[in-house]
T-cell receptor, first 115, second 114 residues
Framework: EPEVTQTPSHQVTQMGQEVILRCVPI?????FYWYRQILGQKVEFLVS????????KSEIFDDQFSVERPDGSNFTLKIRSTKLEDSAMYFC?????????????FGPGTRLLVL | GESVGLHLPTLSVQEGDNSIINCAYS??????FIWYKQESGKGPQFIID?????DKRQGQRVTVLLNKTVKHLSLQIAATQPGDSAVYFC?????????????FGTGTRLLVSP
């Protein structure tokens, strides 16, 4: 069964540094998402992406965040200047259909630790 | 992907029992609900979904019930197995555009004893 993959599985960075989290969605999926889960808290929506543009974003997704689909297979989340509170598990998800008809497929996550 | 540190409600059952996990949602305008299973070190895994125009939906060993009057969702797992042990999240879709903008619940930890 096809899966969403994410790299790296773990990332440690210094506060103020830029990080790029990478995702390879399922190949025939057209809708892409990032979620995060801070330790001890709920999974939170960050952003949805379709047709090479952001469809919707949350209040968390401020100017420090950006997403990109640089080629036909990768979907990236960039955090320009990381803060301590960005430490979390970041999940990529993709879906074939419009979101409200599909629960989406989640990747295994990248654990980001900002020191 | 584990919810380490979350003070999750925990449901402990014996193998073979039926499990019922409950969830209250917040927005009466939400039109789509999903149950996810999250095992330690993994991302949320889709189990079953239901649209707001339905009250019940059945899958393999799982049933989701939706009570819109009281904004309540439940997941029933029949003949629970040790492999069902995980954290279970309900999620509601609050997307304005029809895109997936899920709002997740806190989660319930299910422990299945052999």
């Amino acid at each position: 069964e096809p899966e969403v993959t994410q790299t790296p599985s773990h990332q440690v960075t210094q506060m103020g540094q830029e990080v790029i989290l990478r995702c390879v969605p399922i190949s025939n999926h057209l809708y892409f998402y990032w979620y995060r889960q801070i330790l001890g808290q709920k999974v939170e929506f960050l952003v949805s992406f379709y047709n090479n543009e952001i469809s919707e974003k949350s209040e968390i997704f401020d100017d420090q965040f950006s997403v990109e689909r640089p080629d036909g297979s990768n979907f990236t989340l960039k955090i320009r200047s990381t803060k301590l509170e960005d430490s979390a598990m970041y999940f990529c998800a993709s879906s074939e259909e419009q979101g409200y008809r599909s629960g989406g497929h989640f990747g295994p996550g990248t654990r980001l630790l900002v020191l | 992907g584990e919810s380490v540190g979350l003070h999750l409600p925990t449901l402990s059952v014996q193998e073979g029992d039926n499990s019922i996990i409950n969830c209250a949602y917040s927005n009466s305008a939400s039109d789509y609900f999903i149950w996810y299973k999250q095992e330690s070190g993994k991302g949320p895994q889709f189990i079953i979904d239901i649209r707001s125009n339905m009250d019940k939906r059945q899958g393999q060993r799982v049933t989701v019930l939706l009570n819109k009057t009281v904004k309540h969702l439940s997941l029933q797992i029949a003949a629970t197995q040790p492999g069902d042990s995980a954290v279970y999240f309900c999620a509601e879709n609050k997307g304005n555009t029809g895109f997936q903008k899920l709002v997740f619940g806190t989660g319930t930890r299910l422990l299945v004893s052999p």
